[in-house]
């Protein structure tokens, strides 16, 4: 699992590497679908911490 400024460092590197239009554009697509999915892991590991904390609660 990458980080961030993982996914970050090697977009930049594509980018500066890239010859031609279609090169950037394969770079911002993967750059995008790297960056959605740590996104959804980050929100199911937090809705994970939301449940736990609620299930410990009482309903009012």
Do not use: C, F, P, T
């Amino acid at each position: 699992m990458k980080g961030v400024a993982a996914i970050h460092r090697k977009y930049q590197v594509a980018l500066k590497r890239a010859k031609s239009r279609q090169q950037v554009l394969n770079a911002y697509w993967k750059h995008k679908k790297e960056s959605e999915s740590l996104l959804a892991r980050h929100l199911k590991d937090e809705m994970g911490e939301v449940k736990r904390i609620k299930g410990k609660m009482e309903y009012r």
